[in-house]
Structures are given as structure tokens and as C-alpha cells.
Nanobody, 124 residues
Framework: QVQLVESGGGLVQTGGSLRLSCAAS????????VGWFRQAPGKERAFVGS????????AYADSVKGRFTISRDSAKNTVYLQMNSLKPMDTATYYC?????????????????WGQGTQVTVSS
């Protein structure tokens, strides 16, 4: 099974940028679809974006389109979430998740493997 560890979260001002990393171990990350999700206090876990195993197809939530980008570095067995033009509404714990399905699904239940999360706080 694949294990996932997120990093790169922190405190940033409105309009700033962060790059989150999702480092995989135990399996090759390119064998999995990888999704990014976020959860704010008192809210349900929400889809941010996803990257399919091959071909580079991605999907994004409307709220982050044009600001966030998912990419993969196979040599480092890592998937990234580049977040630009951050807003206070982006404040949440961010999770990466992996699915053996060939999918860009926004449904958390389609992802069997999860990291522990990394906190992102955007100050106004």
C-alpha cells in the first residue's frame, strides 16, 4: 500500500502563495490517481483538485480554478499542490489522497489512502 505525507503548509497573507507536497512511499505514486481535499473547522471535507495516473488530466473545484495547480514529480515520488492568490476562505487542513481507480473523482470515498494533513492559514 502507498503511504502519503503532506508538508508545506503554514501561515500566509492574502494574495500569497504556498506549495504543498504529498510525498509517497511504499508504492509508485504515478500508479495512483491523487486528489487534494481540504477541511475547515466545522465543515465537511471538500474536493480541491485531482490528477489522474497517466495523461496529465486534472480536475479542480470551481473555487480554486485558475489559482491552484496540481503536478507530479515521478522521480521524487511526490505530488504537489501549487496555491496562488490565496484567500482567507482557503484556510483549512489540506489532505492528499490516493486512489487505484483511473479517475479524477471529487468524491472522498473513491480514495482509499490518505495522508495526515497539513494546515494552511491565510490571514486577511
Amino acid at each position: 500500500q502507498v503511504q502519503l505525507v503532506e508538508s508545506g503548509g503554514g501561515l500566509v497573507q492574502t494574495g500569497g502563495s504556498l506549495r504543498l507536497s504529498c510525498a509517497a512511499s511504499g508504492r509508485t505514486v504515478s500508479d495512483y490517481a491523487v486528489g487534494w481535499f481540504r477541511q475547515a473547522p466545522g465543515k465537511e471535507r471538500a474536493f480541491v483538485g485531482s490528477l489522474i495516473q497517466t495523461g496529465g488530466k486534472t480536475a479542480y473545484a470551481d473555487s480554486v480554478k485558475g489559482r491552484f495547480t496540481i503536478s507530479r514529480d515521478s522521480a521524487k515520488n511526490t505530488v504537489y499542490l501549487q496555491m496562488n492568490s490565496l484567500k482567507p476562505m482557503d484556510t483549512a487542513t489540506y489532505y492528499c489522497a490516493a486512489s487505484k481507480y483511473f479517475t479524477t473523482s471529487p468524491n472522498p470515498s473513491d480514495y482509499a489512502f490518505w495522508g495526515q494533513g497539513t494546515q494552511v492559514t491565510v490571514s486577511s
